[in-house]
Nanobody, 121 residues
Framework: QVQLVESGGGLAPAGGSLRLSCAVS????????MGWYRQAPGKQRELVAI???????NYAEGVKGRFTASRDNAMKTVDLQMDSLAPEDTGVYYC???????????????WGQGTQVTVSS
């Protein structure tokens, strides 16, 4: 069984920082593209950042310059450093990964359960 577990969410003041982490566990042979999504109350889930296995990152325009995604392929983790937080960053943040399980030749996508980020004004 494959699991993605996010951590690091919580409360932060406007202008503050939080660092989210996501760890992949289970029998996984390759973790390809990973990403962070978020969903604000009453809104659709939106892409925050995607990061390739080589570490190339594409950011949503609204977070570019404030958020930094990184990954450690050996540890099978992806982080999201969030600086200069604003109330509109509030939402549930989800980690996702495209991966190949150890007992399969096919690709599959997996999601974490999400971690709440709340930014006060």
């Amino acid at each position: 069984q494959v699991q993605l577990v996010e951590s690091g969410g919580g409360l932060a003041p406007a202008g503050g920082s939080l660092r989210l982490s996501c760890a992949v566990s289970g029998s996984v042979s390759i973790v390809n593209t990973m990403g962070w999504y978020r969903q604000a109350p009453g809104k659709q889930r939106e892409l925050v950042a995607i990061i390739s296995r080589s570490g190339e990152v594409n950011y949503a325009e609204g977070v570019k310059g404030r958020f930094t995604a990184s990954r450690d392929n050996a540890m099978k983790t992806v982080d999201l450093q969030m600086d200069s937080l604003a109330p509109e960053d509030t939402g549930v943040y989800y980690c996702t990964a495209e991966l190949r399980k150890g007992d399969s030749v096919s690709w599959s996508s997996h999601w974490g359960q999400g971690t709440q980020v709340t930014v006060s004004s």
